[in-house]
Nanobody, 130 residues
Framework: VQLQASGGGLVQAGGSLRLSCAASGRTLSSYAMGWFRQAPGKEREFVAAISWSGGSTFVAVSPQGRFTISRDNAKGTVYLQMNSLKPEDTAVYYC????????????????????????WGKGTQVTVSS
């Protein structure tokens, strides 16, 4: 499975971006998915997760109320809508999943540390200027 995240860029504080994650080599439609981010000098951290069906989602405390995760299984794509962006949201954003998340809830991703993910996309840079 190869994942590719896209949609990052430079935005002013208060702005919005929508990230997309698509897969090649295998459909993602049966797997719970997650978004993670890594800021310079910091460890990779969990951002949001979504169940395989899209019926359950979970967003980390920091971006809660500003970020929304969704998916379109017909297109094999997972999205992260980011609103009211803050400078502290600046990071490389990655999508990821794990083998054990097939037909899984969002918890199959959110309850596992980033090191537990099996497949990572090439990240996309998000830079929020103040």
């Amino acid at each position: 499975v190869q994942l590719q995240a896209s949609g990052g860029g430079l935005v002013q504080a208060g702005g919005s971006l929508r990230l997309s994650c698509a897969a090649s080599g295998r459909t993602l439609s049966s797997y719970a998915m997650g978004w993670f981010r890594q800021a310079p000098g910091k460890e990779r951290e969990f951002v949001a997760a979504i169940s395989w069906s899209g019926g359950s989602t979970f967003v980390a405390v920091s971006p809660q109320g500003r970020f929304t995760i969704s998916r379109d299984n017909a297109k094999g794509t997972v999205y992260l809508q980011m609103n009211s962006l803050k400078p502290e949201d600046t990071a490389v954003y990655y999508c990821a999943t794990k083998e054990g998340s097939k037909y899984g809830s969002s918890q199959t991703i959110s309850s596992v540390s980033p090191s537990g993910m099996d497949y990572w996309g090439k990240g996309t840079q998000v830079t929020v200027s103040s």
